[in-house]
DNA sequence: CCAGAGTCTTGACGAGTGTCAAGACTCTGG
DNA sequence: CCAGAGTCTTGACACTCGTCAAGACTCTGG
């Protein structure tokens, strides 16, 4: 057998790492499409408008436009479930995580709001189309399990076990936070602050009175 | 002056009073086409399909598919908004209404799912249409008071003071319905006993421990 | 340097959309 | 019974959409 030089894989492997990263940037231009018109406004010709490509290249990474969407939402998926890792990992008392935790909340509610509108956008939808509902449900178990780590943590660091279950901690902050970007998104001035409040009060309501 | 017969009103009245009855018609169909397919999917002709008129008699009567959709939006709310009243109304004991209100979640969760995901569905696009922000924000304010009324008479009852405010209490409640609407759409058996379980044990976190 | 595989653009297609105009139908006042 | 206002249907329009085929461009192995 010929030795392959190492800084020059094979012509197949390379190729298979320039597609992936095509993929990714179709991906990532789809995101930001969606996150500005939402799922139903958002046409392939958009999307490649909104990348250095034609419309006709996504057919030549993509089968259609729902593998695109799929590819999309697991993309999305893998950058933010970890998003509060870092507050539970770092803070010392349970005062601490709730201001960290809710700091967090109203940072990402600015910083990220087109992403949390699509998100709550592929959600609705998949009440609608069965065909998003599996990856839809996936990533709401994620965001299921990325909310119970820090309620968790924050129970334990204040010592006193939690009253809800993990399903029920999610729904109500996720509730609490959709209604806010909502009040964001509609140039209300004191939505993030009272989403700060709300949370800083909430979390110790699902802790077993001491 | 001619005096009119009391039981035969001038035409010109007579016809508003037709031409409201059509619009309501109208209105119905649209709903209930909207509950099945969605904002985004609804086409007017589809719409026309699920009534006894054909396409175009829509814009007899609508000047275009928003006055439409906002003259549905409000239909809507003035048939909702009221649902948990007769709970409030009829209940003589804080436990009494805590299983009477989460009996008739679940009830109206099952009966009525299409129209429920339709206003998720409504809420979530009105974060990416402004047109439609207006009248979701009138009816958003008009469910917190919906719940507000429940959640005030159950403190009331149980004589203990409320620990949130009435848009956190909503937000709460909220999300704990719409995250098992989704589940129970999706087929999950037990969807409908969590949520009854749920609200059941949520509600007493609100009140002030004791 | 050149053939050929790989990549991308362009333009077309059929289906579906909101809208509207022209005309057919219906009902009623005289 | 008839004219005309009111009501509804039909068919067309301009447009957007996902998809795909034909061809142009690019890059590289030999």
Known sequence: MTPTRQDAPPRAARDERTREARRDALAESALTTLGELGYARTSLREIAANSEFSHGVVHYYFRDKTELITYCVRYYKARCVHRYDGVVAESRTAPELLIAFSDKLVETIVDEAP??????????????EEALRPDVVAIDASLQDMVWRVVSRYAELAGRPLVVTPGV????????????????????????????????????LLLRAD
């Open 169 to 204: 901690a999610y729904a109500m902050l996720d509730g609490v936070f959709e209604r806010c970007l909502l009040r964001h998104l509609a140039g209300e001035r004191d939505a993030l602050d009272e989403l700060r409040a709300a949370v800083r009060g909430a979390l110790p």
């Open 115 to 128: 992403m949390h509108r699509l998100w709550y956008d592929l959600r609705t939808t998949s009440m609608f």
